[in-house]
């Protein structure tokens, strides 16, 4: 089902593929992607509304940024390598959508660094922002990377990668202390699934 509502009365397809709450946690923004739209959960009342609708095969989590304000999700160009291949930003309050980075045009589905449309991402699935909006991280399943983006000049690089396909849609901070040098220190690290990288604390809140 597709309908809005309140609680129960609110249906969504079964296939929903992730989902982000806001910093303060009054919304929940869920990738209804067998619907192909956004859904915005009401936290407090349970109302559902439809954010945003039309964009096929969205993937993974979304991504809230420090203010509330607007949400980043993974897109990728169907399975036929037609369409756009990239970074959505949708705006919380009206549901406007831009493509911020990414591709449709022949590099699309492809791995290539670089600004805005100029960078292209070989099925990006999984994203989060640093706690301090500055950066987000992306991760990519076919073949598996990590990507980092600037969200003041939208320069897109290749953090890390494995050259095989990466199941599927795993990007998080994990918090959390290790041992170094005999004193309990605060790390955090983005993990895909079977690729980790070990990301500096500062970016994270605590």
């Not at 009401?42 to 509330?68: E, I, R, W, Y």
């Not at 989060?128 to 992306?138: E, F, K, P, R, S």
């Not at 000049?153 to 041992?179: C, F, K, Q, S």
Request: net charge neutral; aromatic share 4%; glycine share 12%.
């Amino acid at each position: 089902g597709s309908a809005d509502g309140t609680g129960t009365s609110a249906t969504f397809q079964s296939w929903m593929m992730g989902m982000c709450i806001s910093p303060d946690g009054s919304t929940m923004v869920v990738n209804d992607r067998g619907n192909n739209k956004l859904r915005k959960v009401d936290m407090a009342t349970l109302a559902v509304t439809t954010l945003m609708s039309g964009k096929a095969n969205m993937q993974g989590n979304c991504a809230f940024k420090p203010d509330g304000n607007t949400v980043l999700q993974c897109q990728r160009n169907s399975n036929h390598g037609s369409g756009f291949s990239g970074i959505l930003e949708v705006n919380v309050a009206t549901g406007a959508v831009s493509e911020i980075a990414g591709a449709s045009h022949g590099q699309a589905g492809s791995r290539l660094d670089g600004t805005g449309s100029g960078a292209t991402f070989a099925g990006p699935s999984g994203i989060t922002i640093t706690a301090d909006g500055a950066h987000a991280y992306i991760s990519e399943y076919n073949p598996g990377s990590l990507r980092k983006m600037d969200l003041q000049t939208l320069e897109v690089t290749t953090v890390a990668t494995i050259d095989r396909w990466v199941n599927y849609h795993v990007l998080t901070p994990v918090r959390g202390t290790r041992r170094d040098s005999n004193q309990q220190q605060p790390h955090a690290a983005s993990v895909m699934c079977p690729l980790a990288l070990i990301i500096p604390s500062t970016h994270w809140a605590r």
